[in-house]
């Protein structure tokens, strides 16, 4: 064997071992693709697209991942649309505490309002916290977390839920009445089957669902999006 060879092979070797190291995940936790290959991904804090205006610490890959419960729950959610020419689009799931202490670190420094106009135009940025938009530890960071909305099957446009995922203001809570028939409609449509299959929502974001019984109610992990 060539000294050449000999680097090769150890270079591929170092490659597998760091590409199996970035895929591990801990007991009771998968890569959704894995259960719901079909599903839509656009995991917004690993983008620029979103209240903070920049990239979330700890999110390093649009790899969705979440507990293998809620995983298999939200696929019976995708069947269930899938009858009816519709589909689920998925913004963010288990998110690490780093993340969340990004979210504080932003909420704190009141001069950066970059995507204010966007996404709490209405909300005064020093109020976040008291108005539970922005909390010190957050549900998705126990892996039974997630946000999304409906896309139509063909087209694969967002259904109109009335405003924009992770808009900070009342138009945007579940219950909201400012609404058109169609909108009402909509929400109407996540909200049931969601609830149906075992997701309890939160009242302030028509997005955001928890799985009952979820398996990890006190723990809040911190290992990151890859």
């Not at 809620?70 to 963010?92: F, H, I, P, W």
């Not at 704190?108 to 909300?123: C, M, S």
């Not at 549900?139 to 995922?165: A, E, F, N, Q």
Request: with cysteine; glycine share 6%; charged share 25%.
């Amino acid at each position: 064997m060539t000294i050449k060879t000999f680097i090769y092979l150890g270079s591929l070797i170092l490659l597998t071992l760091g590409f199996q190291q970035s895929i591990t995940l801990p007991d009771g936790f998968v890569y959704v693709k894995s259960v719901i290959p079909d599903l839509d991904v656009e995991l917004r804090y690993f983008s620029t697209h979103n209240f903070v205006g920049d990239t979330i610490d700890g999110y390093n890959a649009n790899r969705l991942i979440l507990t293998k419960q809620t995983a298999e729950k939200l696929k019976l959610v995708q069947d269930e649309l899938q009858q009816q020419n519709l589909c689920l689009k998925v913004y963010d799931g288990y998110r690490p505490q780093r993340s969340v202490n990004h979210f504080i670190r932003w909420a704190k420094d009141l001069h950066d309002t970059i995507n204010k106009q966007q996404f709490y135009p209405e909300v005064k940025k020093r109020n976040l916290f008291n108005a539970g938009y922005i909390a010190s530890r957050s549900g998705h960071s126990r892996g039974s977390t997630v946000d999304l909305t409906i896309i139509d099957g063909t087209t694969g446009k967002p259904l109109d839920m009335g405003s924009p995922y992770d808009f900070f203001g009342e138009i945007s809570w579940v219950a909201h009445e400012a609404l058109t028939n169609k909108q009402k409609k909509n929400r109407q449509i996540l909200q049931s089957v969601m609830l149906k299959h075992n997701f309890r929502n939160y009242s302030k974001e028509w997005w955001h669902f928890t799985l009952r019984w979820e398996p990890f109610p006190n723990t809040y992990f911190d290992f990151e999006v890859e």
